[in-house]
């Protein structure tokens, strides 16, 4: 017997050396938190997203690892001596608790035992739900748990990433690969939401060791540009101009070094809508190492003056064409005019353009005088949309742009020349990152239109060049449904909307007209601003293969990778389960630094890296997260906080309003001496309180929620952003 166990120790030892040795080789292994590891015996819990994952973790843990291995794959002919000889656990459905037992006996026995929770490999990139089994295993053994996340695997030859493993070019060689250990837990306190709270923590400490946030903004432009250069990177569809990547490229050097003579401020505003112009000059500042700052337009004047003052704007670039329209913009003395700086410059961008084609990326920044780094430097400067109250200057860092384009892009399964529409302004923090930054450094055209709510001229571009993403808002999807047909809509693969909570009824009726499913997403300007959004189902290699949800209604879909969730009590901030519902808290690379010269607003949402949203939220076992609405669009009345979104989801359901175009109500709140709140609503509808009060009642709605006060007004306040504008619904609600 000693004889046999010494063998199995030496084929163990070559078995694992050998693997190690091989690995070693493929891949750059980058351990964190080792050190932390229980010395005795302890259950290891990793997500999973490769066929190598077992090795990359033996690669990263000092000790060996004894891995819990499902039965069909255990015994396959050319595996099964393997996992025999490094100690794998089979485990099957019919004998689980054998392999309970033997798992329970390995832990005590002082050995590494690892489990998958999510018992099965993800086909999307995101965490999974985790199956229960592990807390038997821990308890049993009275053992310590650690979560332990790999990171940057998806994507590798061994991932499911491109709809398939192993058939496809790896993308780094070495391929590096970052591994973290989590605190370990004791075996009480290891449940499925305390686990998956810690999974994301871990995937957000990883993502921020990524060395490419430490990148700059301009140079990652750069060459995103310049690696297809030949490709269109923008078709402007108010005149169906086109610039490939290489000449947007070129056109925006020679502006920069004009932007660097001429503007000795480091922020410079631009007063642009959507188009290939905007783009451009975008493009300028940033490669002349100055923070592009879009100012809103449809804002009020003083509103902008603010904006102005906060970001100390001595320049402006803009066009004629813009002045015209916009006769009581607040213009700075030193505004340029594009279209009389450009003309001039015909021959010094065929010269770049020559350039661009022979010089190498590096060269090029170099010579450019792009900064090797931008990290926590101010990148862009955008201002919150303003609707409860004054704008704020939300200066997002090249490390929140970069990290975030790379999350949405992880998120998206796009191909090479698939198109994106550019119809949201780019003083928006979705038409910002999402239409000027995600097209030109991931290899996608961008179709732009100046206005988003032309709707059947956007509806028309989208069938002509065959757009596969459309961001949106709620308002404007009513536009679609209203001015667009079901054939103009075919080629979309993605449809998301944003800015506000997506209606269930406005949902259904889209997709019964369209026949396509409308996804909801979350973002706001501090998040850079992409969170999370749902995705279309991923289709399984194989039929009997079990379904993975991408989506679920309702929900805003899973976080982006990179980013972690707590959910706190709104009153103490204490930790909640993520099951619960509370206040929304986030961190991550994509995470703010502050409001722009406001360290008293900036005390009031950021706290040790974690941002709170100011959102009532919570996540169900996969890891869907619900917004259970602003706490802005709360109303305490008789110490009962009442959500402002359900009851107009009520009243649009009890009046039968789904199907408007338009926004047909919003509640709001004045003051009530006897309850603290007051509901009003207001609507373009004519509606008696006394039936408003009946059918809302035989819906099941209690007293409290039911609005005391209705306003008819000519139009529900929108901001131009497509959201609602709070403040001037309460300027309205307060006139009632």
């Known amino acids: 017997m000693d004889s046999a166990a010494r063998h199995t120790s030496l084929a163990e030892r070559i078995i694992r050396g050998l693997g190690q040795f091989l690995a070693s080789i493929i891949y750059r292994v980058k351990a964190h938190g080792v050190e932390q590891l229980p010395?005795?015996?302890?259950?290891?819990?990793?997500?999973?997203?490769?066929?190598?994952?077992?090795?990359?973790?033996?690669?990263?843990?000092?000790?060996?690892?004894?891995?819990?291995?499902?039965?069909?794959?255990?015994?396959?002919?050319?595996?099964?001596?393997?996992?025999?000889?490094?100690?794998?656990?089979?485990?099957?459905?019919?004998?689980?608790?054998?392999?309970?037992?033997?798992?329970?006996?390995?832990?005590?026995?002082?050995?590494?035992?690892?489990?998958?929770?999510?018992?099965?490999?993800?086909?999307?990139?995101?965490?999974?739900?985790?199956?229960?089994?592990?807390?038997?295993?821990?308890?049993?053994?009275?053992?310590?748990?650690?979560?332990?996340?790999?990171?940057?695997?998806?994507?590798?030859?061994?991932?499911?990433?491109?709809?398939k493993y192993f058939f496809k070019w790896p993308r780094q060689f070495p391929y590096p690969v970052t591994v973290a250990f989590g605190t370990p837990l004791k075996a009480e306190e290891a449940d499925i939401a305390t686990v998956r709270s810690r999974f994301l923590e871990l995937g957000e400490f990883c993502y921020q060791h990524r060395p490419m946030l430490r990148g700059h903004l301009g140079e990652a432009c750069l060459r995103g540009l310049k690696k297809?250069?030949?490709?269109?990177?923008?078709?402007?569809?108010?005149?169906?101009?086109?610039?490939?990547?290489?000449?947007?490229?070129?056109?925006?050097?020679?502006?920069?070094?004009?932007?660097?003579?001429?503007c000795s401020r480091h922020r410079v505003a631009i007063v642009l809508p959507p188009g290939k112009a905007g783009l451009v000059v975008n493009l300028a500042v940033l490669l002349a190492d100055k923070v592009p700052v879009n100012l809103n337009f449809t804002a009020g004047r003083a509103a902008i003056e603010a904006?102005?003052?906060?970001?100390?704007?001595?320049?402006?670039?803009?066009?004629?064409?813009?002045?015209?329209?916009?006769?009581?913009?607040?213009?700075?003395?030193h505004t340029l005019m594009l279209d009389e700086i450009l003309p001039p410059m015909k021959r010094d961008i065929a010269l770049w353009r020559a350039a661009v084609c022979v010089t190498p990326a590096w060269v090029l920044a170099r010579a450019l005088c792009i900064p090797r780094e931008g990290d926590h430097a101010e990148a862009f400067l955008l201002f919150t949309s303003g609707s409860s109250g004054a704008p704020k200057g939300v200066a997002l860092t090249?490390?929140?742009?970069?990290?975030?384009?790379?999350?949405?892009?992880?998120?998206?399964?796009?191909?090479?020349?698939?198109?994106?529409?550019?119809?949201?302004?780019?003083?928006?923090?979705?038409?910002?990152?999402?239409?000027?930054?995600?097209?030109?450094?991931?290899?996608?055209?961008?179709?732009?239109?100046?206005?988003?709510?032309?709707?059947?001229?956007?509806?028309?571009l989208i069938e002509r060049y065959k757009i596969s993403l459309v961001v949106t808002t709620p308002t404007f999807l009513r536009g679609y449904m209203r001015k667009a047909e079901p054939k103009q809509l075919a080629s979309l693969k993605l449809l998301v909307t944003g800015a506000e909570k997506l209606p269930a009824d406005l949902q259904k009726s889209f997709e019964e007209q369209f026949g396509m499913k409308v996804l909801q997403g979350y973002g706001l300007t501090e998040t850079s601003p992409v969170v999370a959004f749902n995705l279309p189902e991923v289709k399984a290699p194989n039929a009997n293969d079990p379904v993975q949800p991408s989506s679920r209604d309702g929900s805003i879909g899973k976080l982006a990778p990179g980013i972690a969730a707590r959910i706190c009590d709104p009153n103490t901030d204490e930790p909640l389960s993520l099951h619960a519902t509370g206040m929304l808290w986030l961190k991550g690379a994509n995470i703010f630094d502050g409001y722009l010269d406001d360290p008293k607003r900036t005390a009031e949402v950021l706290k040790d890296g974690w941002f709170k949203t100011g959102d009532l939220a919570r996540f169900d076992e996969d890891g869907f997260c619900f917004i259970e609405g602003r706490l802005s669009r709360f109303s305490k009345i008789g110490g009962e906080m009442v959500p402002h979104e359900t009851v107009?989801?009520?009243?649009?359901?009890?009046?039968?309003?789904?199907?408007?175009?338009?926004?047909?109500?919003?509640?709001?709140?004045?003051?009530?001496?006897?309850?603290?709140?007051?509901?009003?609503?207001?609507?373009?509808?004519?509606?008696?309180?006394?039936?408003?009060?009946?059918?809302l009642s035989d819906a099941g709605l209690p007293n409290l929620w039911i609005p005391k006060i209705v306003k008819r007004v000519d139009a529900v306040p929108v901001l131009g952003t497509g959201k609602l504008d709070i403040q001037r619904c309460k300027e309205l609600a307060a006139q009632a």
């Open 307 to 333: 904006s102005m003052a906060i970001a100390e704007i001595k320049h402006c670039i803009t066009a004629h064409a813009v002045t015209k329209r916009l006769a009581d913009f607040p213009w700075p003395e």
């Open 398 to 460: 090249h490390r929140n742009l970069l990290g975030n384009v790379a999350q949405f892009a992880l998120m998206l399964e796009f191909e090479r020349g698939e198109s994106v529409l550019g119809s949201l302004p780019f003083f928006h923090s979705f038409g910002a990152t999402v239409t000027i930054l995600f097209p030109m450094m991931e290899p996608v055209t961008v179709v732009t239109y100046p206005n988003p709510l032309e709707i059947a001229k956007l509806a028309g």
């Open 39 to 163: 010395k005795g015996g302890f259950l290891l819990l990793p997500n999973h997203l490769t066929w190598v994952d077992a090795v990359i973790l033996q690669l990263a843990c000092p000790r060996p690892i004894r891995f819990v291995v499902f039965a069909d794959i255990y015994n396959l002919r050319w595996l099964n001596p393997i996992f025999r000889a490094v100690g794998a656990l089979p485990i099957s459905p019919r004998k689980a608790k054998d392999a309970v037992k033997l798992a329970v006996e390995a832990i005590q026995a002082g050995e590494i035992v690892c489990i998958f929770p999510e018992g099965e490999l993800s086909r999307s990139g995101m965490l999974l739900r985790l199956k229960r089994g592990y807390e038997l295993i821990a308890r049993q053994a009275e053992a310590e748990v650690v979560p332990v996340w790999l990171d940057q695997l998806w994507g590798s030859v061994f991932s499911f990433k491109g709809g």
């Open 228 to 262: 297809h250069q030949f490709d269109v990177a923008v078709i402007d569809g108010f005149d169906q101009s086109k610039l490939t990547r290489g000449s947007l490229l070129a056109v925006a050097i020679t502006l920069s070094r004009y932007i660097r003579r001429e």
């Open 648 to 695: 107009e989801s009520r009243i649009v359901e009890a009046f039968d309003l789904a199907k408007e175009s338009e926004r047909t109500c919003a509640i709001t709140a004045i003051p009530d001496e006897a309850k603290g709140e007051a509901l009003v609503l207001l609507t373009t509808h004519e509606i008696d309180t006394g039936d408003l009060r009946k059918k």
